[in-house]
Nanobody, 122 residues
Framework: VQLQASGGGLAQAGGSLRLACEAS????????IGWYRHAPGDQRELVAL??????????TYEPSVKDRFTISRENAETRVSLQMNNLKPGDTAIYSC??????????????WGQGTLVTVSS
């Protein structure tokens, strides 16, 4: 199983950026998929997460990004995007995609994609 992340870059405050993350591999089930970020001097924090539950998807946002960021599935449960609007300098961080995926061989495991830098200038 691999996670491929894309997007990120430089934006001005108030601008927008879009991140995408796609899981690939042999037969598997995605239990959760989302984005974390790590800014210098800070701990890594959850930004947005889609959790698969028996009653459907449950979406969680870090409070500071709620109403500005939107995580959504794109066409398949293995690809998600994070639309980031009204960006603030405090959003500057390395964003990493993480997914908990089940495979017949390993059961449920956490997988990380490569980080992508998001820089927001004031």
């Amino acid at each position: 199983v691999q996670l491929q992340a894309s997007g990120g870059g430089l934006a001005q405050a108030g601008g927008s950026l879009r991140l995408a993350c796609e899981a690939s591999g042999t037969y598997f089930r995605v239990n959760s998929i989302g984005w974390y970020r790590h800014a210098p001097g800070d701990q890594r924090e959850l930004v947005a997460l889609i959790l698969r539950t028996a009653s459907g998807d449950k979406i969680t946002y870090e409070p500071s990004v709620k109403d500005r960021f939107t995580i959504s599935r794109e066409n398949a449960e293995t690809r998600v995007s994070l639309q980031m609007n009204n960006l603030k300098p405090g959003d500057t961080a390395i964003y990493s995609c993480k997914s908990n995926i089940w495979t017949p061989r390993l059961g449920s495991q956490d997988y990380w994609g490569q980080g992508t830098l998001v820089t927001v200038s004031s």
